[in-house]
């Protein structure tokens, strides 16, 4: 397999597509939400943004502590 810059950033999205979906599911399991439900509170966050954009590394931070920042946001 030849590594190229284009799989590097297909990469990074898929990287950050499972962040998403792990948050959204420790979101969901926290409060006893649905699923649709956890990711319209993950998607409201500003979180959400920071991590589409890389801001400070976001996306490089684990998926526990993420979900957290999304339920502080939330209060």
Same mark, same amino acid.
């Given at each position: /397999?030849?590594?190229? #810059?284009?799989?590097?950033?297909?990469?990074? +999205?898929?990287?950050?597509?499972?962040? #998403?979906?792990?948050? $959204? +599911?420790? $979101?969901?399991?926290? !409060?006893?939400? =649905?699923?649709?439900?956890? !990711?319209? /509170?993950?998607?409201? =966050?500003?979180? @959400?943004?920071?991590? #589409?954009?890389?801001?400070?590394? /976001?996306?490089? !931070?684990? @998926?526990?502590? !993420?979900?957290?920042? $999304?339920?502080? @946001?939330?209060?």
């Amino acid at each position: /397999m030849k590594v190229t #810059e284009e799989t590097i950033a297909n990469l990074g +999205s898929l990287l950050k597509e499972q962040l #998403e979906a792990d948050i $959204v +599911s420790i $979101v969901a399991a926290k !409060l006893h939400l =649905s699923p649709s439900q956890a !990711l319209d /509170m993950y998607y409201s =966050s500003p979180l @959400a943004q920071k991590i #589409e954009e890389g801001e400070l590394g /976001m996306q490089y !931070l684990d @998926a526990s502590y !993420l979900a957290d920042e $999304v339920l502080k @946001a939330r209060l």
